[in-house]
C-alpha cells in the first residue's frame, strides 16, 4: 500500500508541472493584455512588458515563473487588480471564504444526498424513491444561480431573513443561502448515484445470499450494501468537492462574496487580463482537484480490497 501511495504522489507532481505549462502557454496566447491599453501609451505599455519579463522567449518567462514559485512559493504581484498587491496577500482572502461557504455546502449537499439516496434505494417505488428522483432532477436541470436568485428574492427582499448581500462580519448568517444554493447539485447528484448505485448491490447475488443466510436490517446495509456503493459514489463526490471549494463564478458575483470564484473574473473582464491571477488561479484549481483525486486513489484501496491485493502484487 506504501508503494502505491508513493506511486500515485510522484505521478500527481508530474501532472501538476505539465498542466501548470499548458496553463502558462494558454495565458499567455489569450486574446487582451494586463495592461489598461486604452489609458497608457505605447512606451509605457512597452516599459511594462520589459518589467515583468513578457518580452522574453516564452520558454524562458516559463523557467522564470517556475523557479519564482518554487524557491518563493509567491505567484507575484497582480498587474490590473488591486493596484499590483501581491498575490499572495489577496488569495487568502478568497480562499478563505470560498473555502468555508463550499465546505458548508459540500458537508450539506452529501449528507442529505445520502440520506435521500439510501432512502430512495430502501424504498423502491414509493414515496422517498419518486421524491428523490424529482429532486434529482430539479437539482441537475436548475442551474446554482437560479436558486441563489430564488433564495435572495423571497428570504432576503420579500422576508429579510438573511442579507441580500454577503456580509463578512456576519459570515455564518450570510453563508447559509449560497451554501444551499451551492449544495442543490451535489445533494441531487449524490442522491441519485446512491440510489441507483444501492439498488444494484441489492439485487447482487452476495446480499440475496446474506438475506437468505438470515441477516437483514441495519446490518445488512452498512455491511454489505452500503460499503460496496460507497465505490462509485466517491468517484461522483471528488469533482464536487473541488468545483464547490473553489466557489461558483456565477453565485460569488451575484452575492458579492468575496471568493475565488469572483476573483477568476475579475481578473478576466477588468481593465486589463491580470494574467498573473489566471495563472495562480488556474494552479490552485488544478492542484486542489489532482490533490482530492489522490486522497480518492487512496480511498479506493482502503474500501476495495482488491486495490491492495494488486499493490502489493506489484511491489
Known amino acids: 500500500m506504501t508503494k502505491y501511495i508513493i506511486k500515485r504522489v510522484i505521478m500527481a507532481l508530474i501532472t501538476l508541472l505539465i498542466i501548470t505549462f499548458v496553463l ?21 505599455i512597452a516599459k511594462k512588458r520589459a518589467e515583468m519579463g513578457l518580452d522574453n522567449p516564452m520558454m524562458v518567462q516559463f523557467w522564470n515563473y517556475i523557479k519564482t514559485l518554487i524557491t518563493t512559493g509567491s505567484f507575484g504581484n497582480g498587474s490590473a487588480l488591486y493596484n499590483g498587491a501581491p498575490i499572495s496577500s489577496v488569495l487568502p482572502v478568497a480562499m478563505s471564504n470560498s473555502f468555508r461557504i463550499g465546505g458548508i455546502a459540500i458537508l450539506f ?8 439516496g439510501i432512502a430512495a434505494a430502501l424504498n423502491r417505488g414509493h414515496f422517498w424513491d419518486v421524491f428523490c428522483t424529482v ?13 441563489m436568485i430564488f433564495l435572495q428574492y423571497f428570504f432576503a427582499y420579500k422576508v429579510t431573513i438573511f442579507p441580500f448581500y454577503f456580509d463578512s462580519a456576519r459570515f455564518l448568517h450570510s453563508a447559509i443561502m449560497p451554501a444551499l444554493s451551492l449544495s442543490l447539485f451535489s445533494m441531487s447528484t449524490v442522491a441519485r448515484f446512491t440510489r441507483n448505485e444501492m439498488v444494484e448491490v441489492m ?45 461558483a463564478l456565477v453565485v460569488e458575483k451575484i452575492y458579492g462574496i468575496n471568493g475565488i470564484g469572483k476573483l477568476m473574473v475579475d481578473s478576466i473582464t477588468g481593465e486589463g487580463v491580470d494574467y498573473n491571477y489566471v495563472l495562480a ?31 502489493s502484487k506489484e511491489g
Not at 211 to 234: E, W
Open 24 to 44: 502558462f502557454l494558454l495565458v499567455r496566447i489569450m486574446p487582451g493584455n494586463p495592461f489598461p491599453s486604452e489609458r497608457m501609451s505605447a512606451a509605457a
Open 109 to 116: 449537499g452529501v449528507f442529505v444526498g445520502l440520506i435521500l
Open 135 to 147: 429532486l434529482s432532477i430539479i437539482g441537475v436541470c436548475v442551474p446554482s444561480y437560479v436558486f
Open 203 to 247: 439485487d447482487s447475488d452476495y446480499v440475496l445470499l446474506a438475506s437468505a443466510k438470515g441477516m437483514y436490517g441495519t446490518k445488512l446495509v452498512t455491511k454489505h450494501i452500503l460499503r460496496n456503493a460507497l465505490i462509485p459514489i466517491v468517484t461522483v463526490i471528488a469533482p464536487l468537492i473541488v468545483d464547490l471549494l473553489t466557489g
Open 281 to 311: 488561479l488556474g494552479i490552485l484549481y488544478s492542484a486542489l482537484y489532482i490533490v482530492i483525486m489522490l486522497i480518492l486513489d487512496i480511498a479506493y484501496g482502503l474500501l476495495d480490497p482488491r486495490i491492495r491485493v494488486s499493490s
